[in-house]
C-alpha cells in the first residue's frame, strides 16, 4: 500500500497502548489532532534520540492540542518497558499482531526487515492526513516541523 497524501481519509488505527488500554484513531481525534510516529523498534539508538526530543516537545504538542502518539511493530511488554525506562509521557501503540498492519496501512512497513520505517503522519480532526513525513530506517526526524506556527515554546523548567 502507499503512503496516504495529504488531503486524504487517514486509515484506520486500533491497537493497545503500551499498558493494554485501547487506542481508537476516531476516539483520539474527539480530543483534536493526532500526530502518529511511527519508528522501527524500541531500545534502538536512532528510536531512543527521537523519543527524547519527542519527550520535550510533548508539552508543545499538548498546548497546541496535538495529541502523540508513537508506534511500532513492539509487543506491549516491550513498550512498557521502554517507556518506563524513558519517562515518556504519551501512549506507545503496540502494532504487533497481526504484525505491522497499521504500519502497512500507512505505507511504512518495510516487509523485508519487518519493521515500521520513520513515519510522521498528522491527523486532523476530521480525520484527514494533513501532514506526512517519511524517513528511512537510520534517518532521524525532526518533529518541530509538526508543531503548528505559533505553538508556545517549551518552558524553561522542561529543558533536559
Known sequence: MTVPAVGSSAPEMRLRSQYGEPLDLGELLEDGPVLLVFYPFAFSSVCGGEMH???????????????????????????????????????????????????????????????????????????????????????????TVFLPAGAPAAPESASH
Open 53 to 143: 526530543q519527542l519527550i520535550e516537545l510533548h508539552d508543545r504538542f499538548r498546548a497546541a492540542g496535538i495529541t502523540v502518539v508513537g508506534l511500532s511493530v513492539d509487543s506491549k511488554y516491550a513498550l512498557q518497558a521502554w517507556s518506563m525506562e524513558m519517562g515518556i509521557p504519551f501512549s506507545l501503540a503496540a502494532d504487533f499482531w497481526p504484525h505491522g498492519a497499521v504500519a502497512r496501512a500507512y505505507g511504512v512497513f518495510d516487509e523485508d526487515r519487518g519493521m515500521a520505517t520513520r513515519g510522521t503522519f498528522l491527523i486532523g480532526a476530521s480525520g484527514m492526513v494533513e501532514q506526512v513525513l517519511v524517513h528511512g530506517p537510520a534517518d532521524a526526524r525532526d518533529f
